[in-house]
T-cell receptor
């Protein structure tokens, strides 16, 4: 597609429920990143995919968080047993992933509110 | 060693002023330094970027100054406009191998008419 698409754009859930957030990267982009942005805060790295493997999962805050990617396409971030501190905007970005200028193209984000 | 430190956290300038945002890094393997601009409700978007083989890069009203020996770089916005009001993030990455992008903590800029 023309840009990085994320869904849902807004999600309100109750504490303890599981949520899935989806990211459709730009076609041909092999690298995919998930970031978390709390209100008024910076970008917190969660996980990086190169193709469908995840060489860096170091930012996932707990074992309630997981992510997968199908080939060089869609990625899903899953948060199990959501907590109020999980409330944030979850941003996905993709890039060409090869040597050279590593330009990230971000989606508009999925805003998660845990009540 | 992976951190990128950014300051100030927030900045208010009058229209026409020249806001300056500063960043510092530690990892000498970094060789690509982009700046991203984020408007409310949107994802960050690449604004301008520099490599360490040059000391300055200018694109329109936006200029990056780079000091390799000090491991610092800064963004200057000439003749700032209210439409420049946004959050700005500096970042750093290296071109070889795994290209994790490390972001600064962001600067919220407000340009007053």
């Amino acid at each position: 597609g023309a840009g990085v698409s994320q869904s849902p754009s807004n999600k309100v859930t109750e504490k303890g429920k599981d949520v899935e957030l989806r990211c459709d990267p730009i076609s041909g982009h092999t690298a995919l990143y998930w970031y978390r942005q709390r209100l008024g805060q910076g970008l917190e790295f969660l996980i990086y995919f190169q193709g469908n493997s995840a060489p860096d999962k170091s930012g996932l805050p707990s074992d309630r968080f997981s992510a997968e990617r199908t080939g060089e396409s869609v990625s899903t971030l899953t948060i199990q047993r959501t907590q109020q501190e999980d409330s944030a905007v979850y941003l996905c970005a993709s890039s060409l992933g090869h040597s050279g200028a590593n330009v990230l193209t971000f989606g508009a984000g999925s805003r998660l509110t845990v009540l | 060693q992976q951190q990128v430190k950014q300051s100030p956290q927030s900045l208010i300038v009058q229209k026409g002023g020249i806001p300056i945002i500063n960043c510092a890094y530690e990892n000498t393997a970094f060789d690509y330094f982009p700046w991203y601009q984020q408007f409310p409700g949107k994802g960050p978007a690449l604004l301008i970027a520099i490599r360490p083989d040059v000391s300055e890069k200018k694109e329109g009203r936006f200029t990056i100054s780079f000091n390799k020996s000090a491991k610092q770089f800064s963004l200057h916005i000439m003749d700032s406009q209210p439409g420049d009001s946004a959050t700005y993030f500096c970042a750093a990455s290296n071109s070889g191998g795994y290209q994790k992008v490390t972001f600064g903590t962001g600067t919220k800029l407000q340009v007053i008419p």
